[in-house]
């Protein structure tokens, strides 16, 4: 069974600073998204990484996928407020259509 | 509209009775998926179709979750004898793919928050 795991769970950081979060998943696969949810709505897409080494970027959000290491990470660089939300990461089995996601990571950026 | 459409966005009910939730997918979309999101927690997966081939149910947790779909059209997502733990937001979400193969990101719907007294 895919399995897609996220950490940090809860992560609070400081406007300015930098941080990753990273995302494993347990079998092949080379469709990788990343999707963002504000509290009280939907989920919007925010990146599809659909090669090994492939690297998306927007605004102060970057990221990359290596499909061997079956390793995703979206680095956060010099945060604002705004960027607070949970942030999912989902893997398309590359043998299957099941999208799974990963439990999230609830970032807070604080003034 | 030419976003994935559910309703209702919010439902009451009272433990033991059956609720219908529906999707409306972006048009053209041959994939909808369910998901089912507690509050506070990630999004639990319940079933999948692909165009006319035999939906995943490999995600509905019991035999009271039952869910629909006209061809690649609306999708009714059906709850029988609710319980308390069945209170959660269902989310709805649709995709293009070619031949069995995903695209692109899955666009969802604002969900239909479920709430069992």
């Known amino acids: 069974e895919l399995k897609v795991e996220q950490n940090p769970l809860f992560l609070s950081m400081q406007e300015g600073k930098n941080y990753t979060i990273y995302c494993n998943y347990s079998t092949t696969s080379d469709r990788l998204y990343w999707y963002r949810q504000d509290p009280g709505k939907s989920l919007e897409s925010l990146f599809v990484?659909?090669?090994?080494?492939a690297v998306k970027q927007e605004g102060r959000l970057m990221a990359s996928l290596d499909t061997k290491a079956r390793l995703s990470t979206l680095h956060i660089t010099a945060a604002v407020h705004d960027l607070s939300a949970t942030y999912f990461c989902?893997?398309?089995?590359?043998?299957?259509?099941?999208?799974?996601f990963g439990a999230g990571t609830r970032l807070t950026v604080k003034p | 509209g030419a976003g994935v459409s559910q309703s209702p966005s919010n439902k009451v009910t009272e433990k033991g009775k059956d609720v219908e939730l529906r999707c409306d997918p972006i048009s053209g979309h041959t994939a909808l998926y369910w998901y089912r999101q507690r509050l506070g927690q990630g999004l639990e997966f319940l079933i999948y179709?692909?165009?006319?081939?035999?939906?995943?149910k490999s995600g509905l947790p019991s035999d009271r979750f039952s869910a629909e779909r006209t061809g690649e059209s609306v999708s009714t997502l059906t709850i029988q004898r609710t319980q308390q733990e069945d209170s959660a937001v269902y989310l709805c979400a649709s995709s293009h793919t070619l031949g069995a193969s995903l695209v692109g990101e899955l666009f969802f719907g604002e969900g239909s928050r479920l709430t069992v007294l």
């Open positions: 989902a893997v398309d089995e590359e043998w299957g259509n099941d999208m799974r």
């Open positions: 990484l659909l090669s090994n080494g």
């Open positions: 179709f692909q165009g006319n081939s035999a939906p995943d």
